[in-house]
């Protein structure tokens, strides 16, 4: 049974997995990469996600990689275009990736165009399905952080100058639909707001997000925004970083080449969000394992069933790095419907 569709906007349909790309060209080598889009495309995951700024870790070496591994992978295989959804995103101003545009410093007009431009060419693709501002170009609390610090608000490039440049590309043919990233309500309604001021200016048409079982912050205000101007969240790290999995609970701390083992301090997201040392993720990831175990189904599956149940999640964006991995989120997909009760 090939995982179901979902119609994001006119004339894109996208799976409800979406396979996220930021492992290909660090943890995955090229062939690996090709492996892993194969077996997902098989199993009829249409949606693909990446960034200019993967893989992750981010670094000078590899920046980019990611975007030009799916581009050849589309290419070897001679894949038609409109048989699969291609999603990216620019990086947010940071000031610490100098090798991509000098920081970035900011998302202004030419920095948004240089990004679009530079992924259409490693994408080898004419169009780009859906750019997505990876982070908004301001201050905002995000990748763990929970508290707003006014004091380190700085100044930024106005919503109206990132919608104009997103028009020039729709215009262009370069991209077919905009998304935002790691926003807030404010930053959705903002966007919104002064999209309705211009009618040439792109209707945003969905929002990347974190959501699983343990952070459902999108629950708090961001549900709401979207549920009323019909936006659609593509939730990103529906296994918590594979804590989920309850890998990290084993004798060991888990396998030495998982990702929080890998690269341990060097995931800001992982290591404060989701840090075992805090006795509550901990417990609430016993918990779910009980009840997985209750109903007789993987951790996996109840992860994923709990994401794909909410009313405003189009697609469920996971990471693979081995076969086996990627075959247990496709099966959970599949089984979901099938295995958990509603009471679960």
Same mark, same amino acid.
């Given at each position: 049974?090939? &995982?179901?569709?979902?119609?994001?906007?006119?004339?894109?349909?996208?799976?409800?997995?979406?396979?996220?790309?930021? %492992?290909?060209?660090?943890?995955? %080598?090229?062939?690996?990469?090709?492996?892993?889009?194969?077996?997902?495309?098989?199993?009829?995951?249409?949606? /693909?996600?990446?960034?200019?700024?993967?893989?992750?870790?981010?670094?000078?070496?590899?920046?980019?990689? #990611?975007?030009?591994?799916?581009?050849?992978? +589309?290419?070897?295989?001679?894949? @038609?275009?409109?048989? +699969?959804?291609?999603?990216?995103?620019?990086?947010? @101003?940071?000031?610490?990736?100098?090798?991509?545009?000098?920081? *970035?410093?900011?998302?202004?007009?030419?920095?948004?165009?240089?990004? /679009?431009?530079?992924?259409?060419?490693?994408?080898?693709?004419?169009?780009?399905?859906?750019?997505?501002?990876?982070? *908004?170009?301001?201050?905002?609390?995000?990748? =763990?952080? #929970?508290?707003?610090?006014?004091?380190?608000?700085?100044? #930024?490039?106005?919503?109206?100058?990132?919608?104009?440049?997103?028009?020039?590309?729709? $215009?262009?043919?370069?991209?077919?639909? +905009?998304?935002?990233?790691?926003? %807030? *309500?404010?930053?959705?309604? !903002?966007?919104?707001?002064?999209?309705?001021?211009?009618?040439?200016?792109? !209707?945003?048409?969905?929002?990347?997000?974190?959501?699983?079982?343990?952070?459902?912050?999108?629950?708090?205000?961001?549900?709401?925004?979207?549920?009323? $101007?019909?936006?659609?969240?593509?939730?990103?790290?529906?296994?918590?970083?594979?804590?989920?999995?309850?890998?990290?609970?084993?004798?060991? =701390?888990?396998?030495?080449?998982?990702?929080?083992?890998?690269?341990?301090?060097?995931?800001?997201?992982?290591? %404060?969000?989701?840090?075992?040392?805090?006795?509550?993720?901990?417990?609430?990831? $016993?918990?779910?394992?009980?009840?997985?175990?209750?109903?007789?189904?993987? @951790?996996?599956?109840?992860?994923?069933?709990? +994401?794909?149940?909410?009313?405003?999640?189009?697609?469920?964006?996971? =990471?693979?790095? !081995?076969?086996?991995?990627?075959?247990? &989120?496709?099966?959970?997909?599949?089984?979901?419907?099938? !295995?958990?009760?509603?009471?679960?």
């Amino acid at each position: 049974m090939a &995982v179901p569709l979902y119609a994001l906007a006119p004339g894109m349909n996208v799976s409800r997995l979406c396979l996220g790309s930021m %492992t290909f060209g660090e943890q995955n %080598t090229l062939s690996e990469s090709y492996r892993l889009l194969d077996a997902a495309f098989h199993a009829g995951i249409n949606f /693909i996600d990446s960034a200019e700024m993967y893989p992750v870790p981010q670094c000078s070496a590899t920046q980019g990689r #990611s975007e030009e591994y799916i581009g050849r992978w +589309v290419r070897a295989r001679k894949i @038609p275009r409109d048989k +699969v959804v291609l999603a990216t995103k620019v990086t947010g @101003p940071s000031g610490q990736m100098v090798w991509i545009r000098g920081g *970035p410093m900011c998302l202004d007009a030419k920095n948004i165009s240089e990004a /679009i431009d530079a992924s259409l060419l490693r994408m080898h693709t004419d169009y780009i399905d859906l750019y997505q501002i990876h982070w *908004p170009d301001r201050y905002v609390p995000m990748f =763990g952080e #929970s508290e707003y610090d006014s004091n380190r608000q700085y100044p #930024s490039i106005s919503i109206a100058e990132q919608l104009g440049a997103l028009a020039d590309a729709v $215009e262009a043919g370069k991209i077919r639909y +905009v998304g935002l990233s790691n926003e %807030t *309500p404010y930053g959705v309604m !903002k966007f919104f707001h002064i999209s309705e001021s211009d009618s040439r200016y792109p !209707k945003i048409i969905s929002i990347q997000n974190c959501y699983n079982l343990l952070c459902r912050n999108f629950d708090s205000g961001l549900a709401e925004c979207c549920h009323h $101007e019909g936006l659609s969240l593509l939730a990103y790290s529906p296994m918590a970083m594979g804590l989920l999995s309850g890998k990290y609970l084993s004798p060991g =701390g888990g396998p030495p080449d998982a990702r929080m083992n890998l690269f341990r301090g060097k995931y800001a997201e992982g290591e %404060t969000r989701y840090s075992l040392s805090k006795q509550n993720v901990e417990a609430a990831i $016993e918990a779910y394992k009980l009840l997985a175990d209750a109903y007789g189904i993987r @951790p996996a599956c109840l992860a994923i069933a709990f +994401v794909l149940k909410h009313p405003l999640v189009g697609s469920a964006i996971f =990471g693979a790095t !081995k076969q086996w991995q990627l075959q247990e &989120v496709i099966e959970s997909c599949q089984d979901c419907k099938r !295995k958990i009760p509603e009471e679960a």
